[in-house]
């Protein structure tokens, strides 16, 4: 069996040669590899049903560097920092926040989760450890497709799941971070020997739309697309709508949805998921101002700023902000701007909004994903909502 080491973009052309089971590639397959793809079409790789016909387990694919090289570096950069400055601007100011996630913010991350306040990864782990047999059963053979996949730890529950269920095993592992892809990808290949992988270097977005392209696979026709973690509680209303009609134009009638939501609880539970007593999360919401120093050539000076996280009641949301403690000015200089915040000006980072059962499952529904399973812990802090994709109805979601 040949072992493709490669980072594909969404052409197929061949980006880059990780460092993957390099000692078990053949020189020959390094030398074509080394080849500019454009100069040679028989390299292109392209998302064929006959690649498991040639032995090969997987493949990834990295739309992102796809999408960059259809727009200038310049002006990416250029189009990414408008929205730090449409929200520095703002009369209240906010960040967007895909910036609490360089390296260092995901490591936190990986530590706020295992928390003993931050409930959430561990319910839902629990949770999905007791349903994952139903779920394979409910869905039969699919492809288990995880939207932020990092490093695919629920995913494994369900891949052994399926495995014990005799199903073919073809997970898409979407995550932004190739690095991350790429190790829990090599990885999956070791435990499940049976394992093929398709990974996406992609945003929510860009996968979805890839996917919704996609014809059905000829062995594996039905899809499983995974949300978990309650990410979806982090987007604002307008981003949640776009998000499931997305889904649901991606998915086919009779395939299936996989969401993690958390469920609005005691106040004092929730506050203090978001503010440890380790001070991690305080950590998390402040290292997104080192990110942007980094990135924008900025001078947040950290020290001047402090972490706060409440819930709002009316909202049903954790609101995390970061407070200014002194009058003060910040430059970014890459952007040309600069921001002035008063004492006590508060800077919204992220809300995190939990959700009440029976109103999600009746939103879900009005997208043609009616919930076909609930699976909820003793305390009902967690859900994990098992859809299928209904047939449209007529003029509803079809053209989202
Ligand atoms: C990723 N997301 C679901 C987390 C949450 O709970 O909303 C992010 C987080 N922010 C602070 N703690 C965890």
Request: with cysteine; glycine share 4%.
């Amino acid at each position: 069996m040949v072992w493709r080491t490669i980072l594909i973009d969404n052409r197929g052309y061949v980006l880059s040669l990780p460092n993957l089971l390099e000692d078990q590639l053949e020189n020959r397959l390094e030398a074509r590899l080394e080849d500019r793809p454009e100069d040679r079409p028989e390299d292109r790789l392209e998302d064929r049903p006959e690649d498991s016909q040639h032995g090969q387990r997987w493949v990834i694919k990295d739309l992102l560097a796809a999408s960059r090289q259809h727009s200038a570096t310049a002006t990416l950069e250029k189009q990414e920092g408008q929205d730090v400055i449409a929200g520095l601007c703002a009369e209240a100011k906010s960040l967007p926040p895909k910036y609490f996630y360089d390296a260092r913010g995901s490591e936190l991350f990986d530590q706020i989760s295992e928390l003993s306040e931050y409930y959430p990864t561990r319910t839902e782990v629990a949770i999905l450890k007791q349903s994952a047999d139903a779920i394979a059963h409910t869905t039969g053979p699919c492809q288990i497709i995880e939207l932020g996949s990092g490093s695919a730890t629920k995913a494994r529950i369900l891949l052994s799941a399926y495995e014990a269920a005799n199903h073919p095993l073809r997970y898409v592992p979407i995550d932004v971070s190739g690095t991350a892809l790429k190790e829990s990808v090599q990885q999956l290949l070791q435990e499940y020997p049976t394992l093929s992988v398709q990974g996406l270097v992609s945003t929510y977005e860009l996968a979805l739309t890839q996917i919704a392209s996609q014809p059905p696979n000829s062995q594996i026709p039905t899809r499983l697309i995974c949300f978990l973690g309650s990410t979806i509680g982090n987007f604002k209303p307008h981003e949640y709508e776009q998000f499931l009609a997305k889904v649901s134009a991606a998915l086919r009638p009779g395939d299936y949805f996989l969401l993690g939501i958390d469920l609005q609880k005691e106040v004092s539970l929730l506050e203090a998921a978001y503010n440890d007593s380790l001070g991690v999360t305080a950590e998390f919401n402040l290292n997104m101002l080192r990110h942007l120093n980094h990135r924008f050539e900025g001078n947040f000076n950290l020290s001047n700023f402090s972490h706060s996280a409440i819930y709002n009641a009316q909202k049903h949301q954790i609101e995390m902000y970061i407070e200014s403690l002194v009058s003060q000015t910040v430059e970014l200089k890459s952007l040309s701007y600069t921001a002035h915040f008063a004492t006590q000006e508060k800077l919204l980072s992220e809300v995190s909004r939990k959700f009440n059962l029976s109103e999600t499952t009746q939103q879900l529904a009005a997208y043609q994903l009616p919930v076909l399973k609930t699976f909820t812990d003793e305390k009902q802090w967690f859900g994990l909502l098992l859809c299928q994709r209904s047939a449209a109805t007529a003029g509803i979601t079809e053209e989202m």
